[in-house]
């Protein structure tokens, strides 16, 4: 009892100089990893950033477990860094359901333990836009139950196609190394895929002499930064029979087939018909017909199809995307032939951008296509109204070649669709929170059924009846509680933790996330996810980091939104607060989107400074690619808000960005925050407003990250302005990383550097680390000039 009440004491002690400790600027060297229980004599781990990268996920997009057919599998991947190495590794892994039913049904049975299917390990290089990348993908049962298809990465920037079966530890290659598949389908004993072309970079404008080009009209970064890798906007059509592939080759022209990579791969269709015999697919738009000019693109200043003009029939004018005019089709796989499935475009290309799928009937004589436009012709004036704009989704009759409109949609993507039982249902789900809608046809239309319907195609997170199983499997987690897989009895409800990826999460002290709300003084209501400390003492004031860019409210907390400069969890086991939350975009491309955002950060920070949770002169804060611009704004309009902030690989809607890239996907929005172009009288309204101008008003030590040569001239402004000046200003390159970080190296430098940053200018700590000696050398300087100014008064408030 007394060796007891002695080490609580310790701990106590040790808690208390932790959470009190005199805050300076002499550069104290201290880690916070690890603190010893003296009564177990466990270490107990506090959540890092090596953490975050090294922990097993379940991919965001399509993390739950899929079935066999037959149901007498399912199979999951989880993915996970390696430092060491800078690479991520993903697994297949397989389960027998049989099993799990006897774990859930008799109280003396073990979990069972998935097994290793097919093992992949690379550093990633193909481009992902969501945080915790697998580089396995796509990953499919075959009809057969006993194999498994899937899409893996290679160390040739390639991803290539491969089959694994149950009871084997690896897998086989289906295509060789050289080829990039992106996308593949299959049924009736046909795989139909599409490979990347790749085009070598040519010199960009017209050639003059063997020293001298014309480059008018071309983008700066292609003429400075061409890259020999790059895919072109098509790829071609390939099969595989029989293990073995041959490109799809046009019996009339006796050239391969070519697809049109607009929209990309993740936002397109390709669907292999019941007997294998011909595929749909998005193809480019050969003949335009006069009536598309009255199809109404989604946003107006991108001006309606051209007819007129010949050369420019199959390109959308003032369109700065590439996305030109494609339309579904079906293609035979014997002859290559093509046939028109709508006599009219798909919605991608006039700016509607909906996931584009094709989903055949079990008997193969219906398709259900999703965005497209439908013809005018032989429709009346009422339906004709209707049809300026896409169909959300549309049935095509194979015989008769009739569409026929199901729905002409809601705010929301089209998040689900298929037939249903027959071909005259069809299920569409525009929400991932709510049940399918069911629409019949009959009397030549599709109607809607207003009843309730248990009917629709289930959702992975099913109940199998096979193998004599009636079981759910399913990831669980939530924002303190790591993924696990649980399954669960369909009958009885009893539901168990099946198989724990991440046992070394145990023994840590994670902190404590809630969600909590606020108003802002316009009335706004915001709302955000609050991450304490572990270890959190009530009546402390911490230091406060916002993060800007959002989170997944049903996701284990770990970093954020995304990967790029963002660490919510490491940072709080650095003794601070951690603030994330989304943007406000109600009045995005207009004049009061950054004002709108300071308000949301200026209202957080008195909320909780009220509520005696932070001290208001410790708070940082992070913006990443569009909330760079919040961010920056911020620290212009309240100069002494902010003890230290991060911007990364983002925009500011500056005269400089403008310039340097004209013509790309932030020109509209520029102009319409400004309210003219920066050129005579419009220019006033740049110089009055966009943050290039004023960053004379900065006075908070600033963090920089870029990720690309062209990143780097984005951000050249603003870093220039603030080095000439000699404020506090780091500007950090990760030569090679993409938008939203996915090597294991890239994301320490990132993260961890930020964890290191905020502990510097919010708590006076340095990493005990000696490889950091040259970064805190760095730091000292800075802090050096920012003490030289803080005298400055303030400019505003």
């Given at each position: 009892m007394i060796a007891y009440g002695i080490s609580q004491i310790l701990l106590l002690l040790i808690a208390v100089s932790l959470a009190f400790a005199p805050l300076s600027f002499v550069g104290k060297a201290r880690t916070r990893s690890a603190i010893r229980d003296f009564s177990t004599g466990i270490d107990t781990h506090f959540f890092t950033v090596r953490d975050s990268i090294e922990m097993a996920r379940f991919g965001r997009l399509d993390d739950e477990p899929i079935f066999s057919p037959d149901g007498k599998y399912f199979a999951v991947v989880t993915s996970r860094g390696i430092i060491a190495k800078n690479e991520v590794e993903s697994t297949v892994w397989i389960c027998a359901t049989k099993e799990v039913g006897r774990f859930l049904r008799e109280s003396e049975a073990g979990a069972p333990t998935p097994k290793v299917a097919a093992r992949v390990a690379v550093t990633p290089t193909v481009v992902r836009s969501s945080s915790y990348g697998s580089v396995i993908d796509n990953l499919r049962w075959m009809p057969d139950s006993k194999r498994l298809l899937f899409l893996a990465e290679n160390s040739s920037r390639n991803r290539q196609l491969y089959q694994a079966s149950v009871g084997t530890e690896s897998a086989q290659p289906l295509t060789p190394a050289d080829q990039d598949v992106s996308q593949f389908d299959f049924a009736g004993g046909t795989i139909a895929y599409r490979v990347t072309d790749f085009r070598i970079e040519q010199e960009p404008g017209d050639r003059i002499n063997a020293d001298a080009r014309d480059i008018t009209g071309v983008g700066i970064t292609s003429i400075l930064f061409p890259n020999d890798h790059a895919p072109s906007n098509y790829s071609t059509l390939w099969v595989n029979q029989g293990l073995r592939s041959r490109p799809v080759i046009n019996s009339e022209s006796g050239e391969p087939v070519h697809l049109w990579d607009m929209p990309p791969v993740v936002w397109t269709a390709l669907s292999v018909s019941p007997d294998g015999k011909s595929v749909v697919a998005l193809m480019p738009v050969k003949e335009v017909r006069r009536s598309w000019q009255h199809y109404e693109p989604k946003y107006t200043s991108s001006g309606k199809i051209d007819v007129q003009d010949p050369s420019r029939t199959t390109e959308l004018p003032n369109f700065n995307t590439g996305r030109r005019l494609t339309q579904y089709a079906v293609i035979d796989l014997t002859t290559g032939k093509a046939r028109a499935l709508v006599d009219a475009p798909n919605g991608w290309a006039l700016g509607y951008d909906d996931p584009n799928r094709a989903t055949w009937s079990f008997d193969g004589k219906r398709l259900l296509l999703i965005n497209t436009f439908l013809p005018f012709e032989s429709v009346d004036e009422f339906e004709k109204s209707k049809r300026?704009?896409?169909?959300?989704?549309?049935?095509?009759?194979?015989?008769?070649?009739?569409?026929?409109?199901?729905?002409?949609?809601?705010?929301?993507?089209?998040?689900?669709?298929?037939?249903?039982?027959?071909?005259?249902?069809?299920?569409?789900?525009?929400?991932?929170?709510?049940?399918?809608?069911?629409?019949?046809?009959?009397?030549?239309?599709?109607?809607?059924?207003?009843?309730?319907?248990?009917?629709?195609?289930?959702?992975?997170?099913?109940?199998?009846?096979?193998?004599?199983?009636?079981?759910?499997?399913?990831?669980?987690?939530?924002?303190?509680?790591?993924?696990?897989?649980?399954?669960?009895?369909?009958?009885?409800?009893?539901?168990?933790?099946?198989?724990?990826?991440?046992?070394?999460?145990?023994?840590?002290?994670?902190?404590?996330?809630?969600?909590?709300?606020?108003?802002?003084?316009?009335?706004?209501?915001?709302?955000?996810?609050?991450?304490?400390?572990?270890?959190?003492?009530?009546?402390?004031?911490?230091?406060?980091?916002?993060?800007?860019?959002?989170?997944?409210?049903?996701?284990?907390?770990?970093?954020?939104?995304?990967?790029?400069?963002?660490?919510?969890?490491?940072?709080?086991?650095?003794?601070?607060?951690?603030?994330?939350?989304?943007?406000?975009?109600?009045?995005?491309?207009?004049?009061?989107?950054?004002?709108?955002?300071?308000?949301?950060?200026?209202?957080?920070?008195?909320?909780?400074?009220?509520?005696?949770?932070?001290?208001?002169?410790?708070?940082?804060?992070?913006?990443?690619?569009?909330?760079?611009?919040?961010?920056?704004?911020?620290?212009?309009?309240?100069?002494?808000?902010?003890?230290?902030?991060?911007?990364?690989?983002?925009?500011?809607?500056?005269?400089?960005?403008?310039?340097?890239?004209?013509?790309?996907?932030?020109?509209?929005?520029?102009?319409?925050?400004?309210?003219?172009?920066?050129?005579?009288?419009?220019?006033?309204?740049?110089?009055?407003?966009?943050?290039?101008?004023?960053?004379?008003?900065?006075?908070?030590?600033?963090?920089?990250?870029?990720?690309?040569?062209?990143?780097?001239?984005?951000?050249?402004?603003?870093?220039?302005?603030?080095?000439?000046?000699?404020?506090?200003?780091?500007?950090?390159?990760?030569?090679?990383?993409?938008?939203?970080?996915?090597?294991?190296?890239?994301?320490?430098?990132?993260?961890?550097?930020?964890?290191?940053?905020?502990?510097?200018?919010?708590?006076?700590?340095?990493?005990?680390?000696?490889?950091?000696?040259?970064?805190?050398?760095?730091?000292?300087?800075?802090?050096?000039?920012?003490?030289?100014?803080?005298?400055?008064?303030?400019?505003?408030?």
């Open positions: 300026v704009r896409p169909c959300a989704a549309a049935v095509v009759d194979l015989i008769s070649m009739t569409s026929r409109c199901v729905s002409y949609g809601h705010a929301a993507h089209v998040w689900g669709s298929g037939f249903g039982q027959t071909s005259d249902d069809v299920f569409l789900r525009f929400d991932e929170q709510t049940p399918p809608e069911k629409f019949h046809f009959q009397k030549d239309t599709w109607q809607l059924e207003v009843s309730p319907t248990t009917e629709a195609p289930a959702r992975p997170m099913r109940c199998m009846g096979g193998a004599g199983q009636n079981l759910a499997v399913l990831v669980q987690q939530d924002l303190n509680n790591p993924p696990v897989l649980s399954a669960m009895d369909c009958i009885t409800g009893r539901q168990k933790t099946l198989w724990d990826p991440n046992p070394q999460l145990a023994n840590m002290r994670l902190g404590e996330a809630s969600i909590i709300s606020w108003k802002d003084t316009s009335g706004y209501e915001w709302t955000g996810a609050l991450l304490k400390p572990p270890g959190y003492v009530s009546g402390r004031r911490y230091p406060l980091v916002i993060q800007t860019y959002g989170f997944v409210e049903k996701e284990f907390l770990t970093d954020g939104q995304d990967t790029s400069a963002f660490a919510a969890r490491p940072l709080a086991a650095a003794n601070m607060i951690v603030l994330l939350f989304w943007f406000r975009s109600d009045h995005f491309g207009t004049a009061a989107e950054a004002p709108d955002q300071a308000l949301g950060f200026q209202s957080a920070v008195e909320q909780l400074t009220s509520e005696g949770l932070v001290d208001p002169d410790r708070v940082g804060i992070i913006g990443f690619s569009r909330t760079c611009y919040h961010v920056e704004s911020a620290l212009i309009k309240s100069p002494r808000r902010f003890a230290a902030a991060t911007i990364a690989e983002g925009v500011d809607y500056s005269y400089l960005q403008h310039r340097l890239f004209y013509g790309g996907a932030n020109r509209e929005d520029e102009e319409a925050i400004y309210g003219a172009r920066p050129f005579g009288e419009g220019l006033q309204m740049w110089v009055d407003h966009a943050p290039g101008f004023h960053l004379d008003q900065v006075r908070t030590p600033l963090r920089i990250e870029a990720f690309s040569p062209t990143s780097i001239l984005g951000e050249w402004e603003i870093y220039t302005s603030l080095w000439e000046q000699k404020r506090p200003v780091d500007f950090i390159y990760i030569r090679g990383g993409q938008h939203v970080l996915q090597k294991p190296l890239d994301r320490m430098a990132s993260q961890q550097g930020n964890v290191d940053w905020f502990r510097f200018w919010l708590q006076g700590e340095e990493d005990a680390d000696p490889t950091k000696k040259s970064q805190y050398v760095r730091w000292r300087e800075l802090r050096t000039l920012y003490d030289a100014q803080i005298g400055t008064p303030k400019v505003s408030q």
